[in-house]
């Protein structure tokens, strides 16, 4: 931050509860519309052309390229890292498959769906075994969900601000329509012994990924994923299978899903032991935390993009999701969190799924901070900065869901900036 | 049809009542599971060598590269035709980018974001111009909605029915998350004279095309969408700003907008007169008849498809839509419309967007004819293939909305029937 923009914080501290001015969320803005225009004579050349042939599988406009996944991989352990879903660039709620943010340990398996099994096993009455043809023949069900990395956002544990665009900073969060089985149908089938508790989860990966889960979630709304926004799974999300679990960590979403071993006790593995637990002040652990608490983002406008030179209304849009439910209530603060409005948020309002909120904002060239805050439907209210990190200490690096503050500077500029 | 197979359609006339037996949605196949497996202590070669590394925009497994949209084009017209989402391949409600139907009438026109422009004009009180970076200024909306094209399933006009798989019969029709500008907006700030009562909408393509659209639809639910799925209009669908007119048939959503001339009455264009208009048994044309009727599909178990040799429980899966609304209700047959039973309809079910419905079916070997037959909120019910020939006579092209019956033999075959 130089030292302008601390300087107009300063003056914006004293000047705060003025610099909030929020319209209705259906205002236009004052320029959009030019009054003036020219009977083309001449028409544009994409009309004196026949255009470009069908295509089997479509692709976006080649001037949508910049529209990509950002990939941070590991350079000393290929298929070690993370890509990011542009949420900057989206609107709506659904995140197209070519777009769903990735999380590899070691890279993304190619599995033969005509050789690949899912074995249920352990404590349980019959241990079964199924190939995937057998599987798409049991009842479905399609439900359209978030699913959320552990490590999102993690970057508001520095202490500097990062720069970077809403979605390459909190974008490893995507939601899609997934269609599987529901698991309880096999779990019931194979016949679930008194003792199972946990079942550890197994990928078919070169990181032989496996998590333990309990058993309860498994019987409440979990999916064996085979499909995502209608087609089959892409690669990188877990073909042929996946387990779906609506509101739970990403790591837990088991994706080339090979075995479920039913457990009495968690097996206490790897990326559940050193990854995805996070320290906290007084020296424990909190582990299996498993649900993604309440978060939103606003992802228009924000760094990256540019307010032009001449005041008007803008229309501020983001995305709000809670692993506990639905999303109650999405407020707005336009002065760093002294005064808020609320959001209109577009429904269909789903459980455990991205929730779309807009509101109109009448920007006069003044500074300002703008913030939204996620309420969920059992109260969980999303914290700031200071509280997230009062409770759970500053070098963490997992599970971060605090408030995302953007500077407005007064060349409307867009700056991330922590909150007070 | 073989001989063959009409001896076995007429000894199920007889036995039609015992044929239709259909269990509940939950049940589950009797094969699936296989209650013997290996604990392979030889992992499978995906667990032994690092995975693939990341992608910025990802595609479809090597391994589904059959799932595509099928093309029929006219080899004398480059760029007139359609091309067919494979209904049959999909599952849930939404369909991926890559797989949305296509009808150009003179290919895919490559448009500059940067130069195109909309202009409204005609009886306004302000003509306006706006170029894309203005319209992303505006308030947006999403909605999930079907288009259909008005040509989908004319196959079924043929006297014999068609034997291709589901989506490339009934594939002129896909469903996906629209976000855009709603038109009123842009309207009400031009200024729409009394006199307004159509606007002739203009895409920016080699065809011209051009049809007129009555004011009151483009003040409902008329949307001017910049985003599909949550990512920028692929172009084949019309990037960079598409009419989208929830429930109204494809035509009318025009791809490539450039221009809405807002006029007293209907331009009576090439694609309302000679095209898209129905000739009814007395010689008089149906014109303007802008709304997707009801229709629905079973897409599972659909032709191409077998039943195994053994008899078990299948799930029966489709799809229902309505151009007025909500599906209130599908039913389905296994006796050839005999007798009916209620099929399960997934939620959330949208206002003129795609609902899934599910149904176990206890094949026990018979031949059978199945059937889904759709009601929707005004209590519209999906015709028979006869009622609707009586209505609209046997020389129609358009607006096709008839029950789909797939015949299932003894053994396990699939084929397009006729009802009765």
């Known amino acids: 931050m130089t030292s302008s923009s601390i300087q107009n914080r300063r003056q914006f501290l004293k000047t705060a509860a003025l610099s909030g001015v929020i319209a209705g969320s259906y205002s236009l803005p004052v320029i959009a519309g030019i009054d003036k225009f020219e009977l083309t004579d001449s028409l544009p050349d994409s009309m004196k052309t026949p255009g470009q042939d069908f295509t089997n599988y479509g692709q976006p406009s080649l001037h949508e390229q910049r529209v990509i996944r950002w990939i941070s991989a590991n350079p000393a352990a290929p298929g070690n890292g993370v890509s990011w879903t542009p949420l900057h ?8 498959n070519g777009l769903h943010y990735e999380r590899h340990h070691n890279g993304v398996p190619e599995i033969d769906p005509q050789t690949h099994t899912l074995l249920i096993d352990g404590l349980v009455e019959h241990p079964l075994s199924f190939n995937i043809a057998n599987l798409l023949r049991y009842p479905m069900k399609s439900r359209t969900c978030f699913i959320e990395c552990g490590g999102n956002s993690n970057s508001g544990w520095r202490s ?15 939601n899609a329509e997934w269609t599987g089985i529901p698991l309880k149908l096999l779990l019931n089938e194979a016949g679930i012994k008194p003792s199972a508790k946990w079942a550890i989860a197994e990928g078919a990966d070169g990181a032989s990924l496996n998590v333990s889960i309990p058993i309860e979630k498994l019987l409440d709304d979990a999916l064996l994923a085979l499909y995502q926004n209608g087609e089959r799974l892409r690669p990188e999300n877990g073909y042929p299978i996946r387990l779906v679990l609506p509101g739970w960590e990403g790591i837990l979403n088991v994706k080339w899903l090979r075995q479920l071993r039913l457990s009495e006790h968690p097996a206490m593995t790897r990326d559940e032991t050193s990854q995805y637990t996070d320290l906290l002040p007084d020296g424990k652990a909190r582990q299996f935390s498993f649900i993604n608490d309440a978060k939103s983002l606003i992802t228009s406008p924000s760094l990256g993009m540019q307010l032009p030179d001449n005041p008007g209304i803008y229309q501020i849009s983001g995305l709000a999701w809670s692993g506990r439910g639905k999303i109650s209530r999405v407020e707005i603060s336009a002065d760093g969190g002294e005064t808020w409005v609320d959001a209109e948020l577009e429904g269909p309002i789903l459980d455990k799924a991205f929730t ?9 060239g003044q500074y300002a901070i703008l913030q939204s805050r996620a309420t969920d439907e059992t109260g969980y209210v999303q914290p700031t900065r200071d509280v997230l990190l009062a409770n759970r200490g500053k070098h963490g690096f997992f599970h971060y869901n605090a408030i995302v503050s953007w500077e407005i500077t007064e060349e409307g500029d867009i700056n991330h900036v922590y909150g007070f």
């Open 89 to 96: 660039d989206l609107q709506g709620t659904i995140t197209p």
């Open 160 to 174: 500097n601000p990062i720069q970077s665009q809403a979605g390459y900073a909190h974008g490893l969060v995507s």
């Open 356 to 364: 779309r909120f807009h509101l109109a904002w009448q920007w006069q």
